[in-house]
Structure formats: structure tokens, C-alpha cells
């Protein structure tokens, strides 16, 4: 058993992976606070979220990584909103930035106004 990190711990360890790129670990890092009983916080969600979505901006990449980094912060997001927390401002931007891409412009806006909308309830 042992030492359980706090959330707090956890989500600088998070960060560290997120700034370094190493976003499988940094999920990994989210699963076992899970497991070990820890419940993660807007800025937890905020880290992983922003992490992908920095990931997707690398030009070596090729589209469907891209897409599949996307994917990763879409599933955060839907997470982090099921358990009743709200993105940061500084989330909400990576977010549209991220999804505005050519034919999803109207995606993003929609996004941005539900956001909005639940952080000024």
C-alpha cells in the first residue's frame, strides 16, 4: 500500500508528462489516481485536456494522429463534464482553437457558447 499521492501531487506529476509531451504517461498517471482512490479536479482535466491539444499543433505529425490527439481531449472534456467541473478559460480557448479547423468552425462555436453558458450558471 504505502503513500497515496494527493491530487494536488498527482496533478503536478501530471503536468510535468503534459509540458515534456508525454501524454500516455500523464493518462496512465490519471488512471492509477483513479484506482487508487484519488478523484481528479478541473485542473487535473484542465493539464490532460491543453496536453493533447498542444500535441495536435505539431506540424511533423500526420493528420490522423492529429486526429486521434483531438479525440483524446474530446473524451477529457465529455469526462471532465460528466463529473460537474468546467473548463478553464485558458482550457476553453485551447479547445476552440483546436477544433476550429477547416468545415468544424460551427462545431467549435457551439462548443464555446454551451461552455459560456455553464460557466456563467
Not at 496512465?28 to 479536479?41: A, D, Q, S, Y
Not at 473524451?75 to 485551447?94: A, W
Request: charge should be positive; include cysteine.
Amino acid at each position: 500500500k504505502g503513500f497515496v499521492p494527493t491530487t494536488g501531487t498527482y496533478n503536478v506529476l501530471i503536468s510535468d508528462y503534459a509540458k515534456a509531451g508525454k501524454m500516455r504517461q500523464a493518462r496512465e498517471l490519471l488512471n492509477e489516481m483513479l484506482t487508487r482512490g484519488r478523484i481528479p479536479n478541473s485542473s487535473t482535466y484542465d493539464i490532460l485536456i491543453c496536453g493533447w491539444c498542444k500535441l495536435s499543433y505539431q506540424p511533423e505529425i500526420d493528420w490522423a494522429l492529429k486526429l486521434s490527439y483531438r479525440n483524446e481531449a474530446k473524451i477529457l472534456l465529455r469526462e471532465m463534464c460528466e463529473k460537474g467541473h468546467v473548463p478553464s478559460d485558458s482550457t476553453l480557448l485551447f479547445i476552440s482553437s483546436n477544433f476550429c479547423i477547416p468545415g468544424k468552425e460551427a462545431d467549435a462555436r457551439r462548443l464555446l457558447k454551451v461552455f459560456s453558458q455553464k460557466k456563467n450558471v
